[in-house]
């Protein structure tokens, strides 16, 4: 049987177990999904650990996303986006990737959403990197913006063909945008946007990272006028499908991984 899991601070709230183990089930995989939750300054420990012990692959999420760039081999992408948050411990060295930016693209295009044109994408932390990186390098025009400007100008200067912003000029950013994204966490604890409602229209096209809830007041706006909306937990499935046929070298069944996620939402 080949073990698979997660490590972060906290995971008890993870819905990485079900979605994993619905497409072991469903290929027939001997395989299980487990968590671990190591202290929070022992990210790298806890890789080495997990080697040691023969696991076959890990997810990463926060607080270790950064701790755990030492402890292995990196994919160019992770690198430039400088945050992992999968490792196949296949093939000996330990290789480090970042599937958000991954997730975020076939998120999108799942929706039969064409990337190209211009895309804007608020927040500039770990998620807007990837994010940024992902939509830049699919061919679009990113413009970051961030409540903080200098930190979007400076993200943007790592990331092809890109410009950094701030907040107050978001209505003009999405004028003529194909692409939204919202990469902050604003509208997961309260009923509330970053982004003004008459910046959208009905050519756009929204995905907002936050999953809880499902439907964001952001989705809701954009709805409303018009504009075509994808939540949360498609790019959280997304990451763990291009996760999941890393490790496995199979076709994630792409269902009943949505199903036992959403199941769990």
């Given at each position: ?18 979605m994993h183990e619905a497409g072991y089930e469903a290929l027939g995989i001997d395989a299980k999904y487990v968590t671990f939750e190591p202290a929070a300054d022992e990210g790298a420990v806890a890789v080495e650990a ?13 607080p270790f996303k950064q701790d755990v760039l030492d402890a292995v081999s990196l994919d160019p992408l992770a690198e430039r986006i400088g945050a992992v948050n999968t490792i196949d411990f296949d093939g000996g060295t ?172």
């Amino acid at each position: 049987m080949d073990v698979y899991g997660l490590i972060g601070n906290p995971v008890g709230h993870s819905l990485s177990p079900p979605m994993h183990e619905a497409g072991y089930e469903a290929l027939g995989i001997d395989a299980k999904y487990v968590t671990f939750e190591p202290a929070a300054d022992e990210g790298a420990v806890a890789v080495e650990a997990a080697d040691r012990l023969g696991v076959a692959g890990l997810n990463v999420t926060i607080p270790f996303k950064q701790d755990v760039l030492d402890a292995v081999s990196l994919d160019p992408l992770a690198e430039r986006i400088g945050a992992v948050n999968t490792i196949d411990f296949d093939g000996g060295t330990p290789t480090g990737y970042n599937t958000d930016a991954v997730g975020a693209v076939r998120a999108l295009e799942h929706h039969g959403i064409e990337l190209s044109g211009t895309a804007v994408v608020v927040g500039a932390g770990g998620a807007g990197r990837a994010v940024a990186f992902g939509l830049a390098d699919e061919g679009m025009t990113v413009r970051i913006a961030n409540r903080t400007e200098w930190k979007a100008r400076d993200l943007a200067a790592e990331v092809p063909d890109a410009s950094g912003h701030g907040l107050d000029g978001l209505d003009e950013l999405l004028a003529d945008a194909d692409v939204l994204v919202n990469c902050t966490s604003v509208g997961m604890d309260e009923d509330e946007t970053p982004v003004p409602a008459g910046g959208l229209h009905g050519g756009l096209a929204v995905l907002d990272a936050v999953y809880s809830p499902l439907e964001t007041r952001l989705l809701r706006d954009a709805a409303a006028v018009g504009a075509t909306t994808v939540d949360g937990a498609w790019m959280l499935l997304y990451q763990g499908v291009e996760a999941f046929e890393r490790w496995t070298g199979e076709n994630a069944p792409i269902d009943p991984m949505n199903d036992a996620l959403r199941a769990g939402l």
